[in-house]
């Protein structure tokens, strides 16, 4: 009969092994089931604001039609805004270019090729 029962700690070990899976899996069940309730909420808020926006921009191009006395001109109008804003905005998320500065290259001296 040893000193230590080594089956003992061996069960332990692998009791407090399997706990601190369970408790690592459900931290990131949690953490994933927030990040899915956070992406449904924005996709319901976006779609709230878009109807909004669009019966808003509707509304605009009515007016614009009844002020100009025409059915068409006032729709055109609000389109062609969109149009701009939106391609001000594409403009925006383009990666700016390259500086036409190129970086300067290492020179190689004589002493560091002969190394080599």
Not at 14 to 27: A, G, I, P
Not at 62 to 78: A, C, E, K, P, R
Request: charged content about 20%; overall charge negative; some cysteine.
């Amino acid at each position: 009969m040893g000193f230590f029962n080594n089956n003992g700690l061996i069960d332990l070990l692998k009791n407090y092994l399997k706990t601190q899976f369970e408790l690592v899996k459900l931290d990131i069940q949690e953490r994933l089931e927030a990040l899915l309730e956070r992406i449904f909420k924005f996709i319901i808020l976006a779609f709230a604001l878009g109807i909004g926006i669009l019966f808003l921009l509707h509304g605009i191009a009515n007016m614009i039609n009844t002020y100009l006395d025409s059915q068409f001109w006032g729709h055109l109008i609000v389109s062609g805004a969109c149009f701009v804003v939106g391609a001000i905005m594409l403009a925006s998320f383009r990666k700016p270019e390259e500086n036409s500065v190129e970086p300067e290259e290492e020179e190689i001296t004589a002493d560091e090729s002969d190394t080599e």
